[in-house]
């Protein structure tokens, strides 16, 4: 069971069957899709949609440090989707580093909501053990990209060291007293047992079985930041 965490303005919880409305509405959505793989794969239909939250739960909902997560606030208004999961590595079926994306419903855009979720699953990943995060994002989402700088992910430039495209690298580390969360206001439900470590992954375990691992800046598996072209301006 994806573990369940809580920021100040926002509730963080797996994904289940009930949200595949919400899904299909975020993800049948052209400006959301752009900076997903190569900008086609809308979901368009409920059972589409309930098949998308069905391959997240089987790939990271046991899992006690990755996970894909809802983004709602504290009232349950569904905002979108934050993950933290292993990233495949080009011209290789494996997947050595791990990940954090998000991708927000246009409603959701320009209130720092990203940034925040953000924060609380990179606090969940560094207190539980991992030490290295990236993010990936088309060269063109500078939206994203300022929500990467405001999280304190340092830009290694362009890169193709995944999914066999050139994307925007950023990256960040664990503090040194990643023993505990770094803000304090971050809580966290029960999880699973397991390796709480980031250790090397097979590319299906990263993306959906039987898909195209598509091997580009946000990959629909899903992958990569999706924030809107006007998303979280001047916000931190």
Known sequence: MTVALRTERLTLRGYDAADAPFVLDLYSRAEVQRWLGDGTQRVRTLAAAGEKIERWNELHGSHPVHGVWLVSTHEGGPLGTLLLKPIPDSGADTAHDIEIGWHLHPRAWGHGYATEAARGVLEHAFSAGVTRVVAVTYPGNQASQAVCRRLGMRSLGLSRAYYDAECALFEITAPADASAPATGRTSSGPGAPG???PAERTAADAEPPGRD???RCG????GGVVDGS???RGRS
């Not at 990959?219 to 899903?222: E, F, M, V």
């Open 230 to 232: 006007r998303d979280n």
């Open 213 to 215: 691992v598509g091997r």
């Open 195 to 197: 390796d709480h470590g």
């Open 219 to 222: 990959s629909d598996g899903p």
